[in-house]
């Protein structure tokens, strides 16, 4: 009779979950519904990405408990995770996710390295003698986002820029400064983008600007210095190094090239056939083909030296 009992709340439990809104929350607050089903005690938690998640739906130990199921569900799936007292257990999920106890024997279920695709809405449901428990968390993440800031001219004009990208929830900028805009822009995968924009006026302290970005992700603000990057201009470096670089090249191809042109005039000069000197005059002509073949040489040597 029992185990009818298991199997029958285990059904009810996972036909629940199918009606379930996926929707999730990014508070932290709890509060009880008397208008959802089961009086469930209505939670809502968020978790900073890659964090081990414990998710707890009752104080009472494994000697009083009956059995515990969780009907969870998820963007992309329904599944169950349950366990009773007499050593049954069912893990539909397959995903990581287990049931343990506390060193007082309290049942929590356990999620390791909190991912994108853990959020979504944790039902528990708890038996036990002379009663039960119900409870609906609505599990959302917390994504630091990548900041950074800059000046640019636009229009003529310097601008400040701060920017929070792809974090979740969205974060919040504020400047030193007031006369600030924001921009929010959503990702289809649930991650923002936030961008701030500040005009410097003539005589605004550009010396002390900075802006301050809040998260929940993050124990302290983070401080920026937007004078310390000039986007925009790094383009216009990067050109000037490489024409200094051609130039340089295209100089040192043209002294190749001439340096090359003046040692194939002296190969030519050297190895240049001479007319075969008469017989009978062999004696006085070597002299004379010596001699101008080593001022052919020196010739040479001094043009590549002045070269």
């Known amino acids: 009779m029992r185990d009818m009992m298991i199997c029958a709340a285990i059904i009810f439990s996972l036909s629940e979950a199918w009606s379930l809104d996926p929707g999730t929350n990014q508070s932290t ?8 089903p089961k009086s469930f005690v209505v939670r809502n938690s968020a978790f900073n990405l890659g964090s081990e998640v414990n998710l707890t739906c009752s104080n009472k130990t494994w000697n009083e408990m009956m059995f515990v199921t969780w009907t969870i569900t998820l963007k992309n799936k329904h599944c169950s995770i349950g366990y009773s007292n007499e050593g049954r257990s069912d893990d539909l999920c397959k995903d990581g996710k287990s049931l343990r106890n506390t060193s007082s024997a309290q049942s929590y279920l356990h999620i390791s390295n909190f991912s994108n695709n853990d959020v979504g809405v944790y039902n528990c449901e708890s038996v036990y003698t002379g009663g039960n428990d119900n409870y609906r968390i609505h599990v959302d993440i917390k994504v630091g986002p990548h900041i950074s800031a800059w000046l640019e001219f636009k229009d003529n004009k310097m601008v400040a820029v701060c920017k929070a990208e792809r974090g979740k929830p969205a ?32 005589g ?26 000039f986007k925009g201009q790094i383009p216009w470096l990067c050109i000037l190094i490489v024409a200094v670089i051609i130039v340089l090249l295209a100089g040192i191809l043209l002294f190749a ?15 240049s056939p001479s007319k075969s000197p008469p017989t009978e005059d062999v004696e006085e002509v070597e002299p004379y083909a010596s001699y101008v073949q080593r001022v052919n040489s020196i010739y040479c040597s001094s043009a590549d030296l002045f070269t």
């Open 171 to 202: 974060a919040n900028i504020s400047w030193s400064h007031t006369g600030y805009s924001s921009t929010v822009e959503p990702g289809l995968d649930g991650f923002f983008t936030v961008e701030s924009r500040l005009e410097l006026l003539e």
């Open 257 to 271: 090239h001439k340096k090359l042109i003046t040692l194939r005039r002296c190969q030519r000069t050297e190895t």
């Open 204 to 229: 605004m302290d550009k010396e002390n600007l900075s802006c301050a970005i809040r998260h929940p992700y993050w124990k302290e603000e983070k401080i920026l210095w937007p004078k310390k990057q």
């Open 29 to 36: 607050s709890v509060n009880s519904s008397t208008s959802s």
